[in-house]
């Protein structure tokens, strides 16, 4: 069994690690719980977060947003 050390932030429901993790999709694993002293806790930017989960998506996500969530255009009012 390996075994490796990551830190992770709770958010009050998840924990999210704060760097990238390699392991494929749905891996079991264990965790065992150590909390940090404040001044050892790093704050992670959103940014940091989703590089760290490694999303796959259309590299144009961000302009066609509404057509990749509701999967039809939205249309605005002029």
Do not use: C
Request: glycine content about 2%.
């Amino acid at each position: 069994m390996a075994e490796k050390m990551i830190a992770a932030v709770f958010d009050g429901r998840v924990f999210y690690p704060t760097e990238a993790i390699a392991l494929p999709v749905n891996t079991r694993v264990r965790l065992s719980i150590e909390i940090l002293p404040p001044d050892t806790q790093t704050t992670v930017s959103f940014l940091a977060t989703a590089r760290s989960l490694q999303l796959q998506g259309p590299l144009d996500w961000s302009a066609t947003i509404d057509n990749h969530l509701y999967s039809q255009e939205m249309k605005h009012e002029i």
